[in-house]
């Protein structure tokens, strides 16, 4: 089957690259729909509904799939196919689930053809190949305990193994868990291949580490960024082509008391043209002032933030298995929308879950939609959370501006294609 999956309309597309370059106009372009709550806890043909990591929309049936990160401990490592009525989504601090009905789980297999052994993988994005149908899921790999590789693998609709991807040695986990050692190289634990993007032409695929590698320097905190490579992959044939650095910001909220567990990281692209991504970054500081209180009465602690992101003129870094001490051009980024922003009708702040998957929607009314989801780490204070967002076509002057600087090119190429 063929689809055209992940492609942006010209709307969205002169929208982002707008937004890139006027900053002002980011608040009037993104706009709040609705969220629904999938409560921790929901069974679904006998599984546990939870660590919805990723998310895609299949733009030919009008559906989604939303791969699980349970490392086959709490079911078997799984996918879901499920349908979202965005016409159901609330600006509420209680919205219900109305809007979301689950339809299918498919187990993921290995090439032996048997499911995961527990704590073998760990599930982050999935995507499907817009011009082979065929599904491609991320494993974030370990670097604690037995190491695991982090890898991108092609599966059947049906679960069944199809083939790895070449995965870049220095992205493989060597030396000590804390990598911290001379001579370690490779991902930091939890903090590798969170994401997963298909280009529009569906030529290239791409998948980022959430951190820097253990040899390019330290990983996020709350007074420095870390610097996360984006890595291409050729999808014909698997094999591994550029990569592109991304800065990727500290720690937005400072843990309390200090000293406790705070992360941020890269978990989700969007390729929206040539080289050009909607990335989004989620920060999370145990005891974090964030707006909005969770099920428990507490502030979650998860700030979610989305970016524009040009590579084009970024250096290519794949010949060097570290960036320390190398001259290179990073990847831009500008800020398109701090979920932290954003408002329920009756003022409240939005709560943010642990938002991890992105995917362009449906088009409603004439606007593009974009759909996060959240990984509630089967957690009894968190939950299953989607956001919908629409983004409103930039004023005509700007569109005409973009076209006069020479992007028809990308808007035309970039059209979907049925």
């Not at 992940?6 to 980011?26: K, V």
């Not at 490592?77 to 299918?104: C, E, H, K, M, W």
């Not at 789980?105 to 011009?131: H, K, W």
């Not at 083939?163 to 868990?177: E, N």
Request: hydrophobic share 40%; glycine share 10%.
């Amino acid at each position: 089957m063929q689809h055209r999956l992940s492609a942006l309309s010209t709307s969205l597309i002169a929208a982002c690259l707008a937004l890139a370059a006027h900053g002002a106009a980011q608040a009037q372009s993104l706009s709040y729909i609705g969220q629904q709550i999938v409560a921790t806890g929901t069974i679904y043909q006998g599984t546990t509904i939870g660590g919805l990591s990723g998310i895609d929309y299949i733009a030919s049936t009008g559906q989604y799939i939303a791969i699980s990160d349970d490392r086959s401990a709490v079911n078997p490592a799984r996918y879901y196919g499920l349908s979202l009525d965005l016409g159901q989504f609330t600006r509420s601090t209680t919205p219900g689930n109305a809007g979301v009905s689950f339809q299918s789980v498919t187990t993921i297999l290995q090439a032996n053809g048997l499911p995961y052994a527990t704590n073998t993988l760990d599930p982050e994005s999935i995507r499907v190949n817009p011009n082979s149908g065929a599904l491609v899921w991320s494993n974030e790999g370990q670097r604690s305990g037995t190491f695991q590789n982090p890898t991108v693998r092609e599966m059947t609709p049906s679960g069944s193994h199809v083939r790895d991807y070449s995965v870049p040695s220095a992205f493989l986990p060597v030396g000590t868990a804390a990598g911290t050692a001379s001579g370690d190289n490779g991902i930091y634990n939890n903090l590798a291949f969170e994401s997963l993007a298909f280009s529009p032409d569906g030529k290239t695929l791409y998948t980022a580490t959430e951190n820097g590698l253990v040899q390019d320097g330290p990983s996020a905190t709350t007074t420095n960024g870390t610097r996360s490579r984006i890595l291409a992959f050729d999808a014909a044939t698997g094999a591994a082509g550029a990569q592109y650095v991304y800065d990727v910001s500290p720690v937005v909220l400072p843990p309390q008391p200090a000293g406790q567990f705070a992360t941020n990281g890269l978990v989700e692209l969007l390729a929206v043209g040539d080289r050009q991504f909607i990335a989004m970054e989620r920060s999370f500081a145990i005891g974090a002032a964030s707006p909005g209180v969770g099920p428990n009465g507490l502030p979650t602690g998860y700030t979610v933030r989305l970016y524009a992101v040009d590579a084009r003129s970024a250096t290519d870094v794949s010949a060097l298995n570290t960036l320390a001490g190398s001259s290179y051009t990073a990847a831009t980024k500008t800020l398109l929308l701090d979920l932290s922003d954003l408002k329920n009708d009756d003022g409240s702040a939005l709560a943010l879950d642990n938002l991890e998957g992105m995917t362009l929607g449906p088009v409603v009314d004439g606007k593009q939609t974009l759909v996060l989801v959240s990984d509630n780490n089967f957690g009894s204070t968190q939950f299953t959370q989607f956001v919908a967002l629409s983004i409103t076509p930039v004023p005509e002057p700007l569109s005409a501006a973009l076209l006069a600087m020479g992007l028809a090119g990308v808007l035309v190429a970039a059209r979907r294609r049925v």
